[in-house]
T-cell receptor
Framework: GQNIDQPTEMTATEGAIVQINCTYQTSGFNGLFWYQQHAGEAPTFLSYNVLDGLEEKGRFSSFLSRSKGYSYLLLKELQMKDSASYLCAVRVLYNTDKLIFGTGTRLQVFP | DVKVTQSSRYLVKRTGEKVFLECVQDMDHENMFWYRQDPGLGLRLIYFSYDVKMKEKGDIPEGYSVSREKKERFSLILESASTNQTSMYLC?????????????FGPGTRLTVL
C-alpha cells in the first residue's frame, strides 16, 4: 500500500521557524514534492527533492532522506501570508507523473 | 506562465444528473489529471491522461469517466451524480513524466450534489 503521513495542524509565531515533517511508505520512489495551498485556492509548487539532502529556496528549504522515508519542509522568518496548508506528495513511478498526496498540514501563523 | 482553467468555480447539481467538469491548459502539456479533495482525506487521483485519447484510472475512478479528445482539454464526467460526490475537484497538468517538472493546478470546482 501507499502511505504518506503529515501532522494535521501546526501553529507558529510570525518571524519564527517551523518544520513540517512528512514520512512515506510507498511501493516506489521517484521524487518528493511540497506544495502550498491557501484556503480556497489551487496548490502551488514549492520544492522538489529526488536525492538525499537539503534544497534551499529563499525562506523555504526541503530535506529528504530516502533510506528513512522522510522529508521535511522548513519555513524561516514566518510571515502571516505563510498561513496555508502544506501538501507532501511522492511520485511513485519513473514513467508516469502520478503523485500520491498526504492529507496536508494546516499551518497557522499568529502575530 | 502556465495556466490551467476549469469551467466553473462553483456548481450545484441534483442527484442523478449527468455532470461535466471541463479543464483546459494552455502550455501544451502531455499529462493531465483529475483529483478530488476532501477534508481529512487530502488529494485523491480520479483519472489521468498522458496523451490524447489515452486515460488511466487513478485511485478512486468509480462513478467517474473522462474524455481527452484534444491535448489541451480534459473532461471529467459524473454519469449519475450522487451526494457522496460532493467535493472540491482539481485539475492539473504537467509536461513530461519524471524529473523536476511539477504539476500545475487549476483553481478548482466546488461541486455540491443535492
Amino acid at each position: 500500500g501507499q502511505n504518506i503521513d503529515q501532522p494535521t495542524e501546526m501553529t507558529a509565531t510570525e518571524g519564527a521557524i517551523v518544520q513540517i515533517n512528512c514520512t512515506y511508505q510507498t511501493s516506489g520512489f521517484n521524487g518528493l514534492f511540497w506544495y502550498q495551498q491557501h484556503a480556497g485556492e489551487a496548490p502551488t509548487f514549492l520544492s522538489y527533492n529526488v536525492l538525499d539532502g537539503l534544497e534551499e529556496k529563499g525562506r523555504f528549504s526541503s530535506f529528504l532522506s530516502r533510506s528513512k522515508g522522510y522529508s521535511y519542509l522548513l519555513l524561516k522568518e514566518l510571515q502571516m501570508k505563510d498561513s496555508a496548508s502544506y501538501l507532501c506528495a511522492v511520485r511513485v513511478l519513473y514513467n508516469t507523473d502520478k503523485l500520491i498526496f498526504g492529507t496536508g498540514t494546516r499551518l497557522q501563523v499568529f502575530p | 506562465d502556465v495556466k490551467v482553467t476549469q469551467s466553473s468555480r462553483y456548481l450545484v447539481k441534483r442527484t442523478g444528473e449527468k455532470v461535466f467538469l471541463e479543464c483546459v491548459q494552455d502550455m501544451d502539456h502531455e499529462n493531465m489529471f483529475w483529483y478530488r479533495q476532501d477534508p481529512g482525506l487530502g488529494l485523491r487521483l480520479i483519472y489521468f491522461s498522458y496523451d490524447v485519447k489515452m486515460k488511466e484510472k487513478g485511485d478512486i475512478p468509480e462513478g467517474y469517466s473522462v474524455s481527452r479528445e484534444k491535448k489541451e482539454r480534459f473532461s471529467l464526467i459524473l454519469e449519475s451524480a450522487s451526494t457522496n460526490q460532493t467535493s472540491m475537484y482539481l485539475c492539473a497538468s504537467s509536461f513530461v513524466a519524471g524529473g523536476a517538472d511539477t504539476q500545475y493546478f487549476g483553481p478548482g470546482t466546488r461541486l455540491t450534489v443535492l
